[in-house]
């Protein structure tokens, strides 16, 4: 993700985001669960008591039955 980020001059988070929105990421964390792939995802984002931004962590792990690690 991040080498694409780089490519299109974009953030990763906005990579994930058009991911998200053509449903590409979640039909590819549902193929990786279907191969037996095991998924950890790294949260890194801050804590914030109010975070109006959307996250696309709890979808990508819901699809692939991953691990949300928090830092």
Avoid: M, W
């Avoid at 039909?27 to 792939?37: C, H, P, Q």
């Amino acid at each position: 993700l991040r080498a694409l980020a780089e490519a299109q001059g974009v953030s990763v988070r906005e990579v994930i985001k058009q991911l998200i929105d053509n449903h590409e990421i979640l039909a590819l964390a549902r193929a990786l669960k279907k191969e037996g792939v095991e998924l950890e995802i790294y949260d890194t984002r801050p804590p914030i008591a109010i975070d109006s931004s959307p996250s696309y962590i709890e979808s990508i792990a819901k699809a692939a039955s991953a691990k949300v690690l928090k830092a």
